[in-house]
């Protein structure tokens, strides 16, 4: 089936304004990863999705940083007031959690969407 | 914590030559580890993961990682590297207690002289 798929491929922004990054995980997967990838900071975690379990935001850099994810399916991740240092690529993945009898918790990853606030 | 290290940040290797990516992390229990790749402009691909059993592991493109719990290691190699194989190769670490969520190296960038 399809993979993970994201939108928009491109963001380009300027200072101060909101931005909203879409992620569509593959059917069925319950759990669903944000990351960013930037110059400075390599790959880094920012929230994560399982269920209906409350979210881990663990990851998030600051309160302007919000994710959601309707209906255990799509996911929106909102940073509000952007700023020059959130230019990053916002990755997204999924993962169906069947643990090590299943073959393991591989995560699938979409392509990116690269943000550019200039 | 979790963390992972990737010492090499850029590996230079001929066409044909053997090629290894170290890893090194620091987890308090047996983690799962994963390679990924990623070529330029282009999304990560996993190459292989080990979660249990075999320390050994086949991954896709002829590559093989082999875990070592007494190093903390987790090194990628290939025996005879393509010029397709120039790209940016990432190391992550996780762990079902922790949700799953990844932790990843600094990436090791391999370049392919012909």
């Known amino acids: 089936g399809a993979g993970v798929s994201q939108s928009p491929s491109n963001k380009v922004t300027e200072k101060g304004k909101d931005v909203e990054l879409r992620c569509d995980p593959i059917?069925?997967?319950?759990?669903l990863y944000w990351y960013r990838q930037s110059l400075g900071q390599g790959l880094e975690f920012l929230i994560y999705f399982q269920g209906n379990s409350a979210p881990d935001k663990s990851g998030l850099p600051s309160d302007r940083f919000s994710a959601e994810r309707t209906g255990g399916s799509v996911s929106t991740l909102t940073i509000q007031r952007t700023q020059q240092e959130d230019s990053a690529v916002y990755l997204c993945?999924?993962?169906?959690?069947?643990?090590?009898?299943?073959?393991?918790?591989?995560?699938?990853f979409g392509p990116g969407t690269r943000l550019t606030v200039l | 914590a979790q963390s992972v290290t990737q010492p090499d940040i850029h590996i230079t290797v001929s066409e044909g030559a053997s090629l290894e990516l170290r890893c090194n992390y620091s987890y308090g229990a047996t983690p799962y580890l994963f390679w990924y790749v990623q070529s330029p402009g282009q999304g990560l691909q996993l190459l292989l993961k080990y979660f249990s059993g075999d320390t050994l592991v086949q991954g896709i493109k002829g590559f093989e990682a082999e875990f070592k719990r007494s190093q903390s290691s987790f090194n990628l190699r290939k025996p005879s590297v393509h010029w397709s194989d120039a790209a940016e190769y990432f190391c992550a670490v996780g762990a079902r207690a922790a949700g799953n969520k990844l932790t990843f190296g600094g990436g090791t960038r391999v370049l392919v002289k012909p």
């Open positions: 993945a999924s993962s169906l959690l069947v643990g090590i009898a299943g073959g393991g918790d591989e995560q699938f």
């Open positions: 059917s069925g997967h319950t759990a």
